[in-house]
């Protein structure tokens, strides 16, 4: 028993790492795709041309690869990242990509008859995006968003490659160690509590934007 | 005096998508309390005469004038359009309704009318209610402010985007087929709110397949096909004489 208790409270520190790289992915992803989305969307050719280039790159290619690529090769042109950042650096950079095709399905979803009545009402652009139309964009992105960041929690034990101790490889380094496979059940209660989590609060967030 | 004054001009409009010719050299008017219906077949030109007026779409060349100033002038052949700021004065003018109502359907009623006077114009919420309030009694629906547009009939979301468009306090309203989407019972509701408005010497545009409505609000009447204006008069002498044989036929066919 208190092997057990003691295997849960290592595996909860490991739960440490995979949470602050959720979140802070989270946090920076979702506006950089807000953003990218809008530069998608430029009616300016290059810029919007280059996003496609980036998204193409980012969708293309493994989140594996571009770990490696960060960690490894980065350092070899003289950009040397501590390990936590080197994480964050590319699952932002990975996760913004996707954000970004969500946000845009979910622009060009508005009618352009609500951009033509905010314009009649003599509403700017910033005050048309801000107040008429990201509103909107928000219910419709909702599900496809839920499904992205639910991903995002199970992505984050990629990061095992990186040497980190996130959940995942505390499992496995004890699994290692000890020869009991209980760890992994161990951790898969860890990941499916913390995406019952965030399927609840998605839920929420949903009922709240479906009000109209 | 105040009954002469030139509220709309339009000169000499032409307007093309790619190759194709939507307004052919276009020239009317209209003066403060004036009712003006715009008729004819579907493709004729109306609707984009009116989205001109109010830049929903740019014009190729010719002149438009609002209240006396210019909104655009025509120099070497090309439409040029007034700098921002007067640009923005004259389009606040004009309040417009439109043929699918595009009310925003996450805000309530009363938001809806509320919101753009708040944001364009700066007043305070308070200061705007009152108004907005007044509004809703007249279209009819005070009782509906807290409702989504979702939850009304086609009827009434078209009588509050008339509020709505009322409530920044325009000079002149633009009706692009306001009934058209609505069904057969419901255009009545609507048309009587627009009647009232005419009643109260505001001046419309109005674009519009409701012959009776034409005949009875409008103070003047235009019938486009082709991009042209085919025929136009005073309703009574309109509707009894016209005197082209393609007026002849889409009436016909309309009645």
Not at chain 1, 98 to 119: L, M
Not at chain 2, 41 to 65: A, F, V, W
Not at chain 2, 226 to 236: N, T, W
Request: net charge negative.
């Amino acid at each position: 028993m208190d092997n057990l208790l003691s295997m849960v409270l290592q595996m909860a520190e490991g739960c440490e790492i995979t949470l602050q790289i959720f979140f802070i992915t989270l946090v920076l992803a979702l506006p950089l795709g807000l953003l990218a989305s809008l530069a998608r969307l430029s009616e300016w050719r290059p810029l919007s041309a280059l996003m496609e280039f980036y998204i193409w790159l980012m969708r293309g290619t493994p989140l594996m690869l571009q770990l490696l690529f960060v960690y490894f090769a980065l350092p070899m042109v003289g950009i040397l990242l501590p390990d936590l950042a080197a994480a964050l650096l590319a699952f932002t950079l990975n996760y913004a990509a996707y954000f970004a095709e969500i946000f845009r399905s979910g622009i060009q979803a508005i009618p352009k008859g609500q951009y033509e009545a905010a314009q009649t009402l003599g509403l700017s652009y910033p005050q048309t995006m801000r107040r008429i139309i990201l509103p909107q964009v928000i219910r419709i992105v909702l599900p496809p968003v839920s499904n992205e960041t639910i991903n995002l929690v199970k992505d984050t034990s990629l990061i095992y490659i990186l040497a980190m101790n996130d959940l995942l490889r505390v499992a496995r380094t004890i699994v290692q160690r000890d020869f009991d496979m209980t760890p992994f059940l161990v951790a898969a209660v860890f990941y499916l509590a913390m995406t019952f989590v965030l399927t609840w609060g998605f839920k929420r967030l949903e009922a709240h934007y479906g009000r109209y | 005096m105040a009954d002469t004054e030139i509220m709309v001009r339009m000169h000499d409009i032409h307007k093309s998508f790619g190759g194709l010719t939507v307004l052919d050299g276009i020239d009317m008017e209209v003066k403060r309390g004036e009712v003006l219906a715009i008729i004819g077949p579907s493709g004729s030109g109306k609707s984009t005469l009116l989205r001109c007026l109010n830049k929903l779409e740019t014009i190729d060349s010719g002149s438009i004038e609002i209240k006396g100033d210019f909104l655009a002038v025509t120099r070497e052949g090309r439409a040029e359009y007034a700098e921002a700021a007067k640009e923005h004065k004259l389009l606040g003018c004009m309040g417009m309704v439109f043929q699918q109502f595009n009310l925003f359907p996450h805000m309530t009623v009363l938001q809806n009318l509320i919101e753009a006077p708040m944001l364009v114009q700066g007043q305070k919420r308070e200061a705007i209610l009152p108004y907005a309030r007044e509004l809703l009694q007249k279209v009819g629906l005070a009782d509906r402010e807290d409702y989504y547009p979702s939850q009304l009939s086609g009827g009434q979301q078209q009588r509050v985007a008339i509020a709505r468009a009322l409530c920044m306090k325009p000079d002149i309203m633009l009706f692009d087929e306001p009934t058209s989407a609505l069904d057969p019972e419901l255009t009545g509701e609507v048309l009587k709110t627009m009647r009232e408005l005419a009643a109260e010497r505001m001046t419309m545009v109005v674009v519009t397949h409701e012959m009776a409505f034409a005949r009875e609000a409008a103070s003047h009447v235009i019938f486009m096909e082709g991009g042209h204006i085919i025929e136009q008069g005073v309703p009574e002498e309109f509707f009894a004489h016209p005197r082209e044989e393609r007026t002849r036929a889409f009436l016909q066919n309309m009645l």
